[in-house]
């Protein structure tokens, strides 16, 4: 049935439901699509969080890695009369004596007693 084939008044009313369904549906589609942009926005969100939440960690964890290489970079061998320091962020320090080949001992003790340096055997 058209609204041809209805009365005037039967067609006003007719039209009147039209309208009423479309606004519905038009108010449900602008719902869905709000809950859409709110759940975008909220992951977006949650994305952020969790980077700052990154980066926070990043920063400690660098700057605990700072505070041990820092305290790592005061350690010293003595072997002898030779002084080491030891510099393991830049990968520099020994390893042996390099006049006798004596393993070192690495301490950040002041007041530790020099290794005796043994000399090479012949």
């Given at each position: 049935m058209t609204t041809q084939d209805l009365m005037p008044f039967e067609?006003?009313?007719?039209?009147?439901?039209?309208?009423?369904?479309?606004?519905?549906?038009?108010?449900?589609?602008?719902?869905?699509?709000?809950?859409?942009?709110?759940?975008?926005?909220?992951?977006?969100?949650?994305?952020?969080?969790?980077?700052?939440?990154?980066?926070?960690?990043?920063?400690?964890?660098?700057?605990?890695?700072?505070?041990t290489r820092a305290k790592n970079d005061t350690l010293t061998a003595q072997c002898g009369i030779n002084w080491y320091n030891r510099r393991r962020d830049a990968g520099i320090y020994w390893t042996h004596c390099k006049s006798y080949g004596q393993l070192l001992h690495y301490t950040d003790d002041k007041n530790a007693k020099p290794q005796i340096c043994a000399g090479r055997k012949q």
């Open positions: 067609a006003e009313a007719f039209a009147i439901e039209a309208a009423k369904c479309e606004a519905q549906r038009a108010a449900e589609q602008h719902e869905r699509e709000a809950k859409a942009a709110a759940n975008i926005l909220l992951k977006a969100q949650r994305e952020q969080r969790k980077a700052e939440e990154e980066i926070a960690k990043n920063t400690r964890r660098w700057k605990r890695a700072e505070l």
